[in-house]
């Protein structure tokens, strides 16, 4: 199993916009992606109302996992926006 540590990298946290980033990633990313506040439960990272759900608040530290082919790469991307605060999901890393 893949797994990437971040703290969120948006001020606001994972609320509404940069939420909806996210989740759009998520879903490009063409893999199951489960995500968690440190020592929580992981939730579903291509549904939004779960990601709002979660109330990561900007700064604090989460947890990205997948253990399908390829979760590597995807979830370095996903860190990398998560983690920079990113507008998109980053075409390299």
Do not use: Y
């Not at 990437?4 to 509404?16: I, T």
């Not at 916009?17 to 992606?33: D, E, K, L, Q, Y």
């Not at 939004?48 to 900007?58: D, I, R, T, Y």
């Amino acid at each position: 199993m893949a797994e990437r540590r971040v703290n969120v990298g948006w001020a606001e946290g994972l609320h509404a916009r940069p939420a909806s980033i996210f989740v759009r990633a998520a879903t490009a990313a063409g893999i199951p992606v489960t995500i968690a506040k440190a020592g929580g439960a992981p939730v579903n990272a291509a549904s939004m109302l779960a990601v709002l759900g979660l109330g990561a608040q900007g700064g604090e530290e989460i947890v990205l996992t997948s253990d399908a082919e390829g979760a590597d790469v995807a979830l370095d991307r996903l860190a990398k926006l998560v983690a920079e605060g990113l507008e998109e999901l980053p075409e390299t890393v």
